[in-house]
């Protein structure tokens, strides 16, 4: 699988005890199905601050590691942090850098 960025392979590592597969060049993450999910539980304390609620979504860039196609965008959990997802529920990608991953890996007690 090649990251839809940089189109070099992707490498699996663990992030917040969650096996992704990640881009050693641009550090972007690809999440399969239910992988978000497992890394809210690693992070979120309380139920009702996990699920990703999407209010809209619309037209992507990138192409989907897993099948090609272009992927479609929303703004996770409302915050100003861009997510892409397949739209054949391939998984997630998100971009990398220390912004993507801020309301991943924050603690409950810092979320506003």
């Known amino acids: 699988m090649?990251?839809?960025r940089c189109a070099i392979q992707l490498i699996s590592?663990?992030?917040a005890e969650v096996r992704v597969?990640?881009?050693k060049e641009c550090?972007?993450?690809w999440l399969d199905?239910?992988?978000?999910d497992?890394?809210?539980d690693a992070v979120f304390d309380?139920?009702?601050l996990k699920g990703s609620v999407m209010y809209r979504s619309f037209q992507g860039t990138l192409p989907c590691p897993?099948?090609?196609q272009t992927m479609h965008s929303f703004h996770y959990r409302a915050y100003d942090l861009e997510l892409d997802f397949c739209s054949q529920e391939e998984g997630i990608w998100l971009d990398g850098g220390a912004v993507s991953y801020t309301h991943l890996t924050l603690p409950t007690s810092d979320l506003v």
């Open 13 to 15: 590592e663990d992030f």
């Open 21 to 23: 597969d990640r881009c």
């Open 33 to 36: 199905p239910g992988e978000l």
């Open 2 to 4: 090649k990251c839809p």
């Open 38 to 40: 497992q890394l809210e």
């Open 27 to 29: 550090r972007g993450m």
């Open 66 to 68: 897993d099948c090609g």
């Open 46 to 48: 309380k139920d009702e």
